[in-house]
């Protein structure tokens, strides 16, 4: 049962934004212009990010639908759901690019803590191919997901069993997005 | 020297925001609706939570900025060493900081939050009501806290460059507590996105 009685059958965030809905602009913008806004990563790396941060702050509802939403953009098949497991359980064995592997070995390290991300790591992104501003998306994607898993999780909100209900809110929220009405994060 | 290449001489958050304007703008929004927005809990109060969320993140410039506007909320200037005194005790200790009750509990909330979510107890919760604290300002208390757990991060996930001494808070707080967050102080020039080239 949440903390704070809030809308009924309405998963994650989504309740509590509901319950205040002052801050659904500036959060759904904040999350439609990172996961979805113009950027040379794609759709299913930052969804992916999300997804890892998620795992590594335990919490349920929101590495279920983000990892739902990647595996949506990948191609929806029982593979790129089983690629999705694999990269929240290690992400340096997963069949992925290297520059992937380096920007989730940040969003890790910004997990654990901001002064936990080194010159090293981020070195090793570049290395790979990341410029500046990926980098810098990776380390906001990562702490923005520190502060909606807490937001989830610090008020108790409902999140559902049923494995379909995350495959049907995937590809809403592919179709859709994070900011409007319509909006379910 | 920080992660990436960003606009030189702006301080903590100030950095990434100029780099990137089109997240700061809902950052901006936030932190302004959270801690100066329409709220039975005091703009003191709020950036109390802040700061303590801050400090147990071991974010320089965040702690030191907020703990700076929370002394400002607190009083006038004659008043600022003394205010700067207990917003360092509450840092270290709230439970024994002359504080309410009610402001502990949230503490006590917010703290639990930074270590993780699923850290924020029935107990928690009830501790705070029993102390006064509505629907409302749990809520907020638990949104402050995890906003901050991403604040902080992206000031040290970046590595930005902060002043080191508190005096160069001082000004920065009086312009946070009374200006806020999203109308630009004029000795920041980062905080008009458009007069930036990023």
Request: net charge negative.
């Amino acid at each position: 049962m949440p903390h704070i009685p809030l809308p009924e059958g309405v998963p994650g965030p989504r309740g509590p934004m509901l319950f205040r809905p002052e801050v659904m602009p500036p959060m759904s913008e904040m999350a439609e212009i990172l996961m979805r806004g113009p950027s040379t990563l794609t759709l299913a790396e930052r969804e992916l990010i999300g997804t890892y941060v998620s795992a590594q702050n335990d919490c349920r509802y929101c590495q279920t639908i983000h990892g739902a939403v990647a595996a949506h953009y990948l191609g929806a098949t029982q593979v790129q759901e089983k690629l999705v497991e694999q990269i929240k359980c290690d992400p340096f064995t997963a069949p992925i690019s290297p520059k992937l592997k380096a920007l989730l070995n940040i969003a890790g390290h910004v997990q654990q803590g901001g002064k936990q991300v080194t010159a090293e790591d981020v070195a090793e992104a570049r290395l790979h191919g990341a410029t500046d501003l990926e980098i810098h998306d990776t380390v906001l994607i990562a702490a923005n997901f520190c502060m909606m898993n807490r937001y989830v999780d610090g008020l108790a909100t409902w999140a559902p069993d049923d494995p379909d209900f995350y495959r049907s809110r995937a590809a809403a929220l592919a179709e859709h997005g994070y900011a409007g009405s319509s909006a379910r994060s | 020297m920080a992660h990436i290449t960003l606009p030189d001489g702006l301080p903590g958050i100030t950095g990434p925001f100029a780099f990137r304007p089109e997240t700061a703008k809902p950052m901006r929004a936030l932190a302004e609706f959270l801690l100066r927005g329409p709220n039975t809990l005091s703009r003191a109060d709020r950036e109390i939570i802040a700061t303590y969320t801050s400090s147990q993140n071991d974010c320089h410039f965040c702690q030191t900025s907020h703990g700076a506007a929370a002394a400002h909320h607190l009083g006038g200037p004659s008043e600022l060493a003394g205010n700067f005194a207990l917003i360092a005790e509450i840092k270290r200790d709230f439970e024994s900081a002359p504080i309410s009750t009610k402001l502990k509990a949230l503490l006590n909330i917010a703290g639990h939050v930074q270590q993780g979510g699923k850290r924020v107890t029935t107990g928690d919760i009830a501790r705070a009501r029993e102390e006064g604290a509505t629907d409302t300002e749990i809520h907020d208390t638990v949104l402050i806290a995890a906003a901050f757990c991403m604040y902080n991060r992206y000031v040290d996930g970046l590595a930005t460059w902060a002043p080191k001494e508190q005096e160069a808070y001082i000004p920065m707080g009086a312009r946070m507590a009374h200006e806020g967050y999203v109308i630009a102080p004029a000795q920041s020039p980062a905080l008009h996105p458009e007069a930036v080239t990023v």
